[in-house]
């Protein structure tokens, strides 16, 4: 109860800093450093919602700040925008702020669902990761999408562990549409035979992309860029990047060959074909949380607040295995990063600091994907026999 407490008022508190924007904890993080407005990342769904409101560009965003603070560029599926259209209806401000709004509401959604499932101080812990850690203060702050993102991919292996199988496809169909993150779970439907949500989301997908170009009259060149490699063979290290490919280039300590940026999300790739071929009959949601979980490796650039969507995993994962190992993914998943040790802007970034911080969080990845891929083989093995 204690920790569960502590959690709620440490969410609080990131709810209230995100909320008016103080400067309090801001410097801790990257992200928030370098955006001194908060909603920069909102700000882009909302520019989409009301384009589509009004027939214009979604991907335009407004780079002359006619209409937000700040803003990013909408790179998502035009469906996606679609979210943002009952959101532009409002003020910026009021905006964002029913947003957050939203984010927490699904927040403590999940941490109901995690205490309900794992009970006692296990449930307790759990629930503290979905409320109390730093990836949430910036997902709160940036007003960004991976909450929405986690809490259907929560939902959806929620479901997989009661084989409902209706409730897990409605779920991964929202979380297809929503980012294109959650394709990487591709392989765990097809092996599973579960077509619905993979011709469902492929199809809603497709006539968003062919309505948009065609009807609007409208150039989807901002959404195809998600599809590109290329940022990653620039020689500079990206502080805001902690991605295992960055981690890498921290280690060589010098630009990262073009042969690894293809090289490493092919071999986590493979390690995860490898454990899904072996384990073909552990459960669904065994394959979906290995896949989910080789998004950290495959996709190419990852943010801090993506961390979020190391939650889904750890948690099924946590449930199917009890292993301890994962009491540390959440610790470093959930704690804050040493960025703020290296002072304002990083002006003391040398020493051991680079390496600690660009560390902490995929080292949380790795120990989750490697518990994914014992369990998968495992249990594949098991049901075998």
Known sequence: MLILLAALLVNAFYVQQAATGDHAVRGWFYDSEVNPHPGCDFYALYTAGRALRHGGDIYAGDPDHAITPCCYAFRYLPVGAALGVPFAALKPEAARLAWIALLELLALACALISCRVARGTAGAVLAAGWLAATPVYLELYMG???????????????????????????????????????????????????????????????????????????????????????????????????????????????????????????????????????????????????????????????????????????????????????????????????????????????GWWPLAYHAMKPAAALIVFAAALAQTARAGRRRVK
């Open 144 to 350: 960004q999408f991976n909450m929405l993102q986690a809490a259907l991919l929560f939902f959806a292996l929620a479901a997989a562990l009661r084989e409902k199988s209706r409730l897990a496809d409605t779920a991964l169909c929202g979380a297809l549409l929503w980012k294109l993150t959650a394709w990487t779970a591709a392989p765990a439907l097809i092996v599973r035979e579960r077509w619905r949500p993979l011709i469902a989301a492929g199809v809603l997908a497709a006539g968003s992309l062919l309505a948009y170009r065609y009807l609007g009259r409208h150039s989807l060149e901002p959404f195809w860029s998600n599809f590109v490699l290329g940022d990653q063979v620039r020689p500079e290290i990206n502080r805001g990047d902690l991605g295992f490919l960055m981690l890498v280039r921290v280690l060589l300590g010098a630009a990262l060959p073009p042969l690894l940026v293809y090289l490493i999300p092919a071999i986590a790739a493979s390690l995860a074909l490898i454990a899904t071929v072996v384990g073909a009959r552990a459960s669904f949601g065994d394959h979906l949380a290995l896949w989910f979980t080789a998004y950290f490796f495959i996709y190419p650039t990852i943010w801090e607040h993506h961390y979020l969507m190391l939650m889904p995993p750890l948690v099924y994962l946590y449930l199917r295995t009890r292993s301890p190992l994962l009491w540390l993914a959440l610790a470093l998943y959930a704690l804050p990063t040493p960025y703020a040790m290296a002072g304002p802007t990083g002006a003391h970034w040398a």
